[in-house]
């Protein structure tokens, strides 16, 4: 599945039918504003060292670097890393899974897990490697294994596996030592999906590491 996220899913998406994307560039005007909102929800300190989990070509890393924070990003995509923000060359790499071996304060994983084979193994990677938090941004169904998102727009990506409802992500994360948030929206993060008869078509996780 690896090879699908080649230069045409990223620039050419809408064209080829694999994904939503086109021409998918650096947008500080929207991303900077993006990771603002997410940071400040989640509460994480200035200088915190966070993984973009799903980076693609880096943006939210840029973002994230920009706002003060030591942003890291790992991403599947050979081409998307290979042509990543120069910014952000130093901070990206490629691959798909996270070693026991890597410590973050947090783990962003946005509009991630839905393309992953086995979502439940990636969020208990997630909660062996962050030290503090995870916040998550998933696409919605009505019913677990429904065939349909809520938003029809998100079944135009060919390499969307999973569709689940915001109970059942957020079942993943609820293990003894970690508290779990789950909305339908957070201002700030995909305002544009925001619409009637599309309340229900996002999720937000926002998930913390208890104090012992």
């Known amino acids: 599945m690896n090879e699908v996220y080649d230069e045409s899913y990223f620039l050419r998406g809408k064209e080829t039918g694999k994904s939503l994307y086109t021409n998918y560039r650096w947008m500080p005007d929207l991303t900077i504003p993006m990771c603002e909102a997410i ?13 973009d989990f799903g980076c693609a070509r880096g943006y ?20 998307a890393i290979d042509n990543c923000d120069p ?3 130093d901070f990206v790499e490629h691959g798909g899974v996270i070693t026991p071996y890597d410590t973050y304060e947090w783990v962003i994983a946005k509009d991630v897990l839905e393309h ?36 029809r727009n998100y079944d135009k990506d060919i390499t969307h596996i999973h569709r689940l409802t915001l109970a059942s992500w957020a079942e993943m994360f609820m293990v003894p030592g970690w508290s779990v948030e789950a909305s339908y929206r957070l201002p700030g993060v995909k305002d544009n999906y925001w619409k009637p008869g599309w309340e229900k078509g996002n999720g937000f996780l926002t998930c913390r590491r208890l104090s012992d």
């Open 39 to 51: 940071v400040n929800h989640c509460r994480i300190n200035k200088g915190a060292h966070v993984l």
């Open 60 to 79: 939210t890393v840029k973002a994230l670097r920009a706002l003060g924070y030591d942003a890291y990003g790992l991403d599947c995509s050979e081409w």
């Open 116 to 151: 992953v084979e086995d979502a439940k193994f990636v969020t208990e990677c997630f909660m062996e490697v962050a030290t503090a938090g995870i916040f998550v941004v998933v696409p919605l169904a009505l019913k677990d294994f429904d065939k349909r998102y809520v938003i």
């Open 87 to 89: 910014d952000v060359r």
